[in-house]
């Protein structure tokens, strides 16, 4: 239920043992933005196999949005729901489906937006 709060606490930790936790934040934020963008790749390649173009299409899109570099320097923990909903996506589409219910359930604990995936995921397991 506060898996927001959770992923914080080593930011709140951060923030107790330096004085420079805002800048060491912002590149986390930019670590895990990559990993969105690589789980993100990963699911466009096993989706469109025969047409790797369309997939790279999808990779540069998001490499050249311009909002969501915006979006990331507001720091909100959307972007650990967004990396858990693709984690889980990306398990759902390799065929294991414990692991895509727990990235699920950690997803669903940070944002009730989750919650949405519910039906595709219950109607694949």
């Known amino acids: 239920p506060a898996g927001h709060l959770y992923t914080y606490i080593p930011v709140y930790y951060l923030?107790?043992?330096t004085s420079n936790a805002e800048f060491i934040w912002k590149f986390c934020h930019f670590v895990f933005m990559s990993i969105i963008q690589y789980f993100s790749a990963k699911v466009a390649y096993s989706y469109w196999r025969d047409q790797p173009m369309r997939a790279?299409?999808?990779c540069f899109m998001l490499l050249g949005n311009e909002e969501i570099r915006e979006f990331n320097e507001y720091l909100f923990n959307d972007t650990f729901l967004a990396m858990y909903i693709l984690i889980c996506i990306y398990l759902v589409a390799v065929n294991r489906p414990f692991l895509a219910a727990l990235f699920l359930t950690m997803s669903c604990s940070i944002k009730a937006g989750a919650m949405l995936m519910l039906p595709s995921f219950l109607g694949w397991v």
Do not use: N, S
Request: charged share 0%.
């Open 15 to 17: 923030y107790l043992l």
């Open 56 to 58: 790279q299409m999808i």
